[in-house]
């Protein structure tokens, strides 16, 4: 009787889990993600670690030649070039780093202003031994790598932005609802709603509703934002809800878009930069090309038709093609 109990226990159990037993899986997909594991599908780059500005950095590192530094954004970490860094790793030492909050990277209770994230970013250049670096930055990455050029322009030479500019006055302005008809399941490129924008700014409210629930928000997130949102994979989808699955993750990661109006403040301060500066929009191109001439001097900016807003993953190849020319012709 004990055993045909035990039997029938292990039955219900496996039943209610689709036939997978708890305990074992829940190890092996927490290790299935993790940066070690991660790391090890991308042969020739190795973590590591660098303690800058009273922060600990996560990086990964590899290839040879000169640096260039990628930046990712929310809700990713730096898992999201994974797909264009081994190509850009023939010709570069590619660096691609945790911000402040993101990943494995520690969380701080402040500093999630822009202008502070780059100088992060270039302490940990520093640390490295590099006098000058290309930089590579997507989403809230795009906006820490504008900041870094505008504060460190003798450090940089030469920069690509992915989808979102720095935050300026302009973005103070938008509007907290959409036009009639314009909002769904899919982004109106002409009528974009980014509603997180105010969502994150809450303080403690994401926590309680999202923690444990993380996925739910990005599940909706990807839809809207990418053209086709099956490139991101199933294991792309468990790296990023695992790094925001805790309150800190998420309180770190509201925390870039609490920083909006004091990035917007400092952004009045900063001079036009002069340096070669690539665009790389989705359907963020019309906001990201606008911002972009009015604070620069020396942009292209492209849209990319068949990409949503996760250009490093809908469209790597495009991305590459891109920035290989834009480097080729700004030899810096």
Known sequence: MKNAILNL???????????????????????????????????????????VNSVRLHYVIGGKGDPI?????????????????????????????????????????????KKTMAADIHALVEQLGYDRVDLIGHDIGSMVAFSYAANYPQATRRLVMMDVPHPDDNLMKWTLLP???????????????PWWFAFHQVKGLPEEMLAGREEVEQRWFFRYLAKNDSALDARDR??????????????????????????????????????????????????????????????????????????????????????????KANPG
């Not at 001097?297 to 490093?312: P, Q, R, Y």
């Open 9 to 51: 226990a292990a039955a219900i159990t496996l039943a209610g889990l689709g036939g997978t037993a708890l305990a074992a899986p829940i190890k092996s997909q927490a290790d299935s993600v993790s940066d070690t594991a991660l790391v090890k599908t991308l042969p020739g780059f190795r973590n590591a670690y660098a303690q």
């Open 69 to 113: 530094v990628l930046l990712p954004g929310w809700p990713q970490t730096w898992w999201s070039y994974h797909k264009v860094m081994p190509a850009l790793a023939k010709n570069h030492t590619v660096i691609v780093v945790d911000l402040r909050g993101m990943g494995t990277s520690t969380k701080p209770a402040d500093g999630y202003d």
């Open 179 to 193: 036009a009639a008809g314009t909002f769904g399941d899919k982004i109106d490129e002409a009528h974009p709603y």
């Open 238 to 327: 468990r790296v990023y809800a695992a790094a925001y699955a805790s309150r800190d993750a998420i309180r770190a990661g509201d925390a870039w878009y609490q920083a909006f109006p004091q990035d917007a403040l400092d952004d009045e301060k900063f001079t036009k930069l002069t340096l070669p500066i690539l665009g790389l929009g989705g359907p963020g191109y019309g906001w990201l090309a606008d911002t972009l001439n009015r604070h620069a001097t020396n942009v292209k900016t492209i849209k990319l038709d068949d990409s949503g807003h996760f250009i490093a993953e809908e469209q790597p190849r495009e991305m590459l093609n891109d920035i290989d020319e834009f480097l």
